[in-house]
C-alpha cells in the first residue's frame, strides 16, 4: 500500500521527507518576522510576546493540520523547536512583567524553570492531536486531485484486494476498504459486501458511528422518495445521484440569480461576472447530466421527471423539452397512480412564461 505514494517516497529525502518545500519556505518567513518583531518591538513587552508566542502557534497548528512531512516522527519533531520557543517566550515576558514590578530575578528564574513543564504538556498534547489527524500512507496520494485517475482507482482497489485477502480479520484494511469503495471507487455492491465482512469483526465506536450515519442517510433519502418508485436494484446508487442532481440543480439557481444581480448592480465587477458564469455552466451541465442519467436508471420515475422539467424551464429556458418531459410525467402518474383525470397534458404554449410553468407544478404537486 505504501507505494501509492508514488514518486513522493517517504525513503527518499531522510527523515524530513516532504512533497514540496513551501512548510520550509513559510517557516523561514515566520523566522525572519521574529527576528525583526523581537527588535523593532523591544520596548513594547506586550506586543513582543503576542508576536512570539503568536507565531510559535500559527506554525504548530499549521504544522497540526497540514501535516507537511510524511511521517509522525517528523511532522511532531517540527513542532518540538517552536513549542520551546513559545513557551520559553511566553514565561520570559511574564517574568519580566514580575521583574520589574518586585525588583528581583527570583521569579523569572522560577518561570523559566516552569516553562520546562509547559514544554512537557505542551508536547504531549501536540503529539496526540498529530497522531489523530495523521494521514495513512496508503491514502496520501489521495490529497492531490491529480493522481485521482481511474487508472489510480483500480491500482488502489487491487492493492487494497490483496491486503483484504491476506488480512482478513484486520478491521482497518477492511473499513479503509468499505470507505474506499464507497467514496472514490464508487462501487456500492462490493462495498456492501466488504461492509458484511467488516461487521463480523470487532468495531470501535467511531467505526459503529460511521457505519450507523450511512445506513440512517441510506434509509433517509429512500424514504424521501416514494417507495413504490424505487424497484431498481441499484436503488441507493439512485438516491445518491438523485441527491447530487438537486444539489447541482439548487446550486445552477442560486448562480444564475447573482448573476442577474451582478449584470443590474450599478458597480459592476466583470471578473465576479465571468466566475458566476463558469459556475453556472459548471453547475448546469452536471444537473442535466445526473438527471439524464437518472432517467435512464429508471424511466418512468415521476420524481426525477418533474425536476428536470423544471432544470429545462428555470435554467435552459427550453420550454418545449421541458413541456414534452412534463406531459410524459403526468401520463405515468395517470397510470399508475390514478391521477385525477382533472389534470389534463400540458397546453402547448404553456411553458411560455414562468408563471404558467409554476401554477402547472403546483397542481401537479396537490
Known amino acids: 500500500i505504501d507505494l501509492l505514494i508514488f514518486n513522493f517516497n517517504p525513503k527518499n529525502g531522510g527523515l524530513f521527507s516532504c512533497p514540496d518545500g513551501f512548510f520550509n519556505f513559510i517557516q523561514h518567513i515566520f523566522i525572519t518576522i521574529v527576528v525583526f518583531t523581537q527588535r523593532f518591538l523591544y520596548q513594547w513587552e506586550f506586543w ?98 491529480k493522481f485521482r485517475t481511474p487508472e489510480m482507482i483500480l491500482y488502489t482497489e487491487l492493492i487494497y484486494t490483496q491486503a483484504v485477502r491476506r488480512h482478513q480479520k484486520n478491521v482497518n484494511i477492511l473499513f479503509n476498504f468499505w470507505q474506499f469503495l464507497m467514496h472514490y471507487k464508487k462501487n456500492y455492491h ?95 451541465t452536471r444537473a442535466r447530466n445526473a438527471y439524464e442519467e437518472l432517467i435512464v436508471i429508471q424511466p418512468n420515475n415521476i420524481i426525477v421527471l418533474k425536476q428536470y422539467a423544471v432544470l429545462l424551464n428555470d435554467i435552459y429556458r427550453d420550454e418545449e423539452s421541458a413541456e414534452i418531459v412534463l406531459n410524459r410525467a403526468f401520463t405515468i402518474e395517470q397510470e399508475e397512480y390514478g391521477l385525477d383525470q382533472r389534470v389534463q397534458m400540458v397546453p402547448s404554449g404553456q411553458f411560455k412564461n414562468s408563471i404558467g410553468f409554476m401554477i402547472v407544478l403546483l397542481v401537479v404537486h396537490e
Request: hydrophobic share 40%; charged share 20%.
Open 48 to 145: 513582543r510576546g503576542v508576536a512570539s508566542v503568536g507565531v510559535s502557534i500559527a506554525v504548530v497548528v499549521y504544522i497540526i493540520y497540514k501535516q507537511p512531512y510524511y511521517t509522525l516522527k517528523s511532522n511532531f519533531m517540527a513542532q518540538i523547536p517552536w513549542i520551546i520557543f513559545g513557551s520559553v517566550r511566553l514565561c520570559a515576558e511574564i517574568g519580566y512583567l514580575f521583574e520589574g514590578r518586585f525588583n528581583s530575578y527570583i521569579p523569572q528564574i522560577i518561570l523559566i524553570l516552569f516553562s520546562v513543564v509547559i514544554i512537557l504538556i505542551v508536547s504531549y498534547v501536540m503529539y496526540k492531536l498529530t497522531r489523530r489527524r495523521m494521514k495513512k500512507p496508503s491514502v496520501r496520494f489521495l490529497q492531490y486531485e
Open 190 to 284: 462490493k462495498a456492501d459486501a466488504i461492509l458484511k465482512l467488516t461487521r463480523r469483526h470487532h468495531l470501535n465506536p467511531l467505526m459503529k458511528f460511521i457505519i450507523f450515519s450511512n445506513n440512517k442517510e441510506k434509509e433517509y433519502g429512500i424514504g424521501k422518495l416514494n417507495k413504490n418508485i424505487i424497484k431498481d436494484e441499484k436503488s441507493f446508487v439512485f438516491v445518491q445521484k438523485l441527491a447530487f442532481a438537486l444539489k447541482y440543480h439548487e446550486q445552477a439557481k442560486e448562480f444564475t440569480v447573482k448573476f442577474y444581480q451582478l449584470m443590474t448592480s450599478n458597480t459592476t465587477n466583470y471578473n465576479d461576472v465571468y466566475d458566476c458564469v463558469k459556475k453556472i455552466t459548471k453547475t448546469e
